[in-house]
């Protein structure tokens, strides 16, 4: 009797023990087979590339269907992406949009599909938490603002500048012009002498850069670039002009991608801000707390550092 007594509490402590783990996975999102949609606008760059790699990673680890489109610097595509993803009945849209006021429209049909999105890196023509759930980017304004800081202290605070922006349209470039633009206008003899897009890329910067090189090329004495890759391209095009970039020319940026923070240990870099692309596991952290039916704040801001001549070699092996 007593035998039979003791196997029945076996039983029924191990069932207890299973559903108690039940209940606990019960709330995680591979429990719930929840699938993502990622719309990325392009997925060319070190810094796209560390972004997709972040999220897809990820999805991954936790075990959660992603499913990934890129839209190859294309702004119908990446709507039409968007559809697709709407089609594919997916739980959330992870969207990196490229312009602004166009993928106002993915906003659009993903809210009338009840599909939340998470905006990544950039924003898009809406608001949180009616047009979409929240933004996860870094603060451009910020950014910037330290760009021209390190900019006016390089140059003592004069300086003929050469400002390489991003995407026209896109959030980003907007507002890191803007950042910029604060704390130069504080400097009487810090003036930007041209302002032209070369939409973040390498090639496009070294052909800008080439022909304000020809039009101003004695005039200039310091680059700001919106991003890395831009600010590698005035590089090779300073150089190819016999030009001495770091000495004869001044040059900041933002990113914090490997080949600049190489550009700093060898001096034609003056400083890049960071902009952390690896934002997988907040992103999926925030789509926990939205399943677990928790507020989400509109924004949520990545904190990035500042990379010198101080700290570049610390940091070189590590970044993207
Ligand atoms: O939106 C983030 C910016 O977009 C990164 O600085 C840039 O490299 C990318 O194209």
Request: one cysteine or more; a negative charge; hydrophobic letters at 45%.
């Amino acid at each position: 009797m007593r035998k039979i007594y003791s196997l029945l509490m076996i039983v029924i402590l191990l069932m207890i023990g299973c559903n108690l783990r039940n209940l606990k996975e019960e709330y995680t999102s591979e429990d719930k087979g929840i699938v993502v949609g990622f719309s990325q606008m392009e997925n060319n760059s070190p810094w796209r590339i560390a972004e997709t790699n972040s999220i897809r990673s990820e999805a991954e680890k936790r075990g959660i269907e992603l499913i990934f489109t890129d839209a190859q610097a294309n702004v119908e595509k990446q709507i039409s992406d968007v559809q697709y993803l709407i089609e594919q009945k997916v739980d959330y849209i992870i969207l990196a949009p490229k312009l602004y006021d166009e993928l106002g429209e993915a906003l659009q049909l993903s809210k009338d599909a009840g599909i939340p999105v998470i905006l990544l890196d950039r924003k898009a023509k809406g608001e949180a938490g009616k047009d979409y759930l929240t933004l996860i980017a870094s603060d451009f304004i910020w950014q910037s603002q330290q760009a021209g800081k390190l900019l006016a202290e390089a140059t003592s605070g004069r300086a003929n500048i050469v400002e390489l922006t991003g995407t026209v349209g896109s959030s980003v470039a907007i507002e890191r012009s803007k950042g910029f633009k604060d704390i130069i206008d504080q400097y009487e003899e810090m003036t930007v002498i041209a302002s032209q897009s070369a939409d973040f890329t390498r090639v496009d910067a070294k052909k800008v850069m080439g022909s304000i090189i020809r039009e101003r090329g004695k005039e200039i004495t310091a680059v700001y670039a919106h991003n890395d890759e831009m600010a590698i391209g005035a590089i090779i095009a300073l150089k190819g002009a016999g030009i001495n970039p770091g000495k004869d020319i001044i040059i900041v940026s933002i990113d914090g991608e490997r080949d600049a923070l190489k550009a700093i240990i060898a001096n034609d870099l003056y400083a890049t801000i960071e902009c952390n692309p690896f934002m997988g596991a907040i992103t999926f952290d925030v789509i926990e707390r939205h399943l677990a039916g928790e507020k989400i704040e509109p924004f949520i801001i990545i904190k990035d550092r500042i990379f010198t001549k101080q700290n570049a070699i610390e940091h070189v092996d590590s970044a993207f």
